[in-house]
Antibody
Framework: EVQLVESGGGLVQPGGSLRLSCAAS????????MSWVRQAPGKGLEWVSA????????YYPDSVKGRFTISRDNSKNTLYLQMSSLRAEDTARYYC??????????WGQGTLVTVSS | QSALTQPASMSGSPGQSITISCTGT?????????VSWYQQHPGKAPKLMIY???KRPSGVSNRFSGSKSGNTASLTISGLQAEDEADYYC??????????FGGGTKLTVL
């Protein structure tokens, strides 16, 4: 059974940094591209980053480009999201998701990030 | 990267069929057959219901179907059931390994 378990969320001040982790199990992690998708409280979904299976390429929307960095460690079956220069509008639940056929077939339960002073 | 446009809310009675629309542009929906739909119940993670416009993942009821015409994609749910009450999000590939979501549709089963 595919499992994705996010961690690392919490309260951070504006301008601060945070690193999220996503532990994957139940599938061959190194064979799949992965993404982070976020959801602000009471709002819709927003894709925030993607990484290819071998970490060869990373992708971001303009809203987080230059502030967020996605990475992965295939030896540890773990996906990361390093977030810096955080803003109030980055407050959201962050989900990691396994990509297949240009869609996300499996999602974790998410980790909540709150940016507030 | 503008969000795709979905109706904010829709409702239907048990047994009825409803169709949720998702309108994009020629840069996303109109240019790629890579539209997916996600169902999200309150407090839960999203669940993939349709991918590549019309395909259903294993385990998803055949009451759910997808289609596309021009810059607009649609999700049809037939034989509405109480358990279908949820938020539904469309998503389209937008080129250069980027994706854009719709704003979501809250479906109420009366």
């Amino acid at each position: 059974e595919v499992q994705l378990v996010e961690s690392g969320g919490g309260l951070v001040q504006p301008g601060g940094s945070l690193r999220l982790s996503c532990a994957a199990s139940g599938f061959t992690f190194s064979r799949y591209a992965m993404s982070w998708v976020r959801q602000a409280p009471g709002k819709g979904l927003e894709w925030v980053s993607a990484i290819t299976d071998n970490s060869g390429s990373t992708y971001y929307p303009d809203s987080v480009k230059g502030r967020f960095t996605i990475s992965r460690d295939n030896s540890k079956n773990t996906l990361y999201l390093q977030m810096s220069s955080l803003r109030a509008e980055d407050t959201a639940r962050y989900y990691c998701a396994k990509e297949s056929d240009s869609s996300w077939t499996n999602w974790g339960q998410g980790t909540l990030v709150t940016v507030s002073s | 990267q503008s969000a795709l446009t979905q109706p904010a809310s829709m409702s239907g009675s048990p047994g009825q069929s409803i169709t949720i629309s998702c309108t994009g542009t020629s840069s996303d929906i109109g240019n790629y057959n890579l539209v997916s739909w996600y169902q999200q119940h309150p407090g839960k993670a999203p669940k993939l219901m349709i991918y590549e416009v019309t395909k259903r993942p294993s385990g998803v009821s055949n009451r759910f179907s997808g289609s596309k015409s021009g810059n607009t994609a649609s999700l049809t749910i037939s034989g509405l059931q109480a358990e279908d009450e949820a938020d539904y999000y469309c998503c389209s590939y937008a080129g250069s390994r980027t994706w854009v979501f719709g704003g979501g549709t809250k479906l109420t089963v009366l």
